[in-house]
């Protein structure tokens, strides 16, 4: 049954290409980065739970970060997968929805959690002496609670958003998942209130986050500068370099996604921004932080020490 205010029950999604000779490589690179995504984000919830040495604050948001980007990344991904090898990949109105929901609501927790871990980091190397204190188990729980009831509010804000719309014929989705803009485009009544709470909603997800990020990185760099130990600062700044590349390419991709008109930048270049945040970055973030990260590592022998023990 179709919506009250629309005559579409389903939507077709175009997928990434209508290139019928990149399809099937296109399947095949898109699966690898799932399959990846979803072994490394494993791995690093199995190993944080298995390893009472890595329950801190730092771990226990990595913790949910890999939760959350397991989550987006199967939201998003199998479907995008369907559209490389069905001739007519289709969602049902209500499944388009549902989806758009989930992807919001984890886009912007991730968004906050950045942050969440950024002021951890802060806290750790700018005021170590009262770290247990400031980042104990309750205040954790406080900003974790926060980051999901945001990721919820803004999820129901574009999700309610585009429900508002009419759609009359068209239902051609000019990309590889249920995202805000390719809808809003087929909308046969007017949408610029709907474009106004849109920006307004992703302008305030990027900014806030970006400027306690920034803001908690500048006071880092600062007290690394003054660190004497060349060993301490090293791990200072080895640690937060890791955080910054997540940052950017996260934030990065986001901004030139959302915050540019539809007129700058076109549907075809958002769908390739949209990769990042939504392939890309879920895949390369247990990567970067067990990679660079001297504590997993130690983590991961030992588990593994421990399974050929036993």
Do not use: W
Not at 188 to 201: D, R, Y
């Amino acid at each position: 049954m179709a919506p009250r205010n629309s005559s579409v029950i389903e939507f077709i999604l175009a997928g990434l290409t209508d290139q019928p000779g990149l399809r099937i490589p296109l399947f095949f690179l898109f699966l690898d980065f799932y399959l990846v995504t979803v072994l490394g984000n494993l791995g690093l919830i199995m190993l944080i739970a298995l390893n009472s040495h890595l329950h801190t604050p730092m771990y226990f948001f990595l913790f949910n970060l890999a939760i959350i980007d397991l989550s987006y990344s199967t939201t998003i991904t199998p479907k995008m997968l369907m559209s490389f090898i069905s001739k007519k990949n289709k969602i049902m109105h209500a499944g388009c929805m549902t989806q758009l929901f989930f992807f919001c609501f984890f886009v912007i927790s991730e968004s906050f959690l950045i942050s969440a871990m950024a002021y951890d980091r802060y806290v750790a190397i700018c005021n170590p002496l009262v770290y247990t204190v400031t980042m104990s188990p309750q205040v954790c729980s406080l900003l974790l609670f926060g980051v999901y009831f945001i990721g919820f509010a803004g999820a129901m804000i574009h999700t309610g958003n585009i429900m508002s719309l009419t759609f009359c014929s068209n239902n051609l989705i000019n990309h590889f998942m249920c995202d805000i803009f390719p809808i809003l485009e087929l909308s046969c009544n007017s949408t610029g209130t709907n474009e106004l709470v849109i920006f307004i909603t992703v302008a305030t997800v990027i900014c806030i986050p970006t400027v306690i990020i920034f803001i908690s990185y500048a006071l880092i760099l600062s007290s690394i500068l003054h660190i004497r130990s060349t060993e301490g600062s090293s791990k200072a700044f080895h640690t937060c370099s890791s955080h910054m590349i997540v940052v950017s390419l996260f934030f990065g991709s986001g901004v030139f996604a959302y915050l540019k008109p539809p007129s700058i930048l076109s549907l075809d270049l958002g769908k390739v921004s949209s990769l990042f945040y939504t392939i890309v970055v879920p895949m390369l973030n247990p990567l970067i932080y067990s990679l660079r990260n001297k504590d997993v590592k130690i983590a991961l022998r030992k588990t593994l020490n421990r399974q050929i023990l036993s």
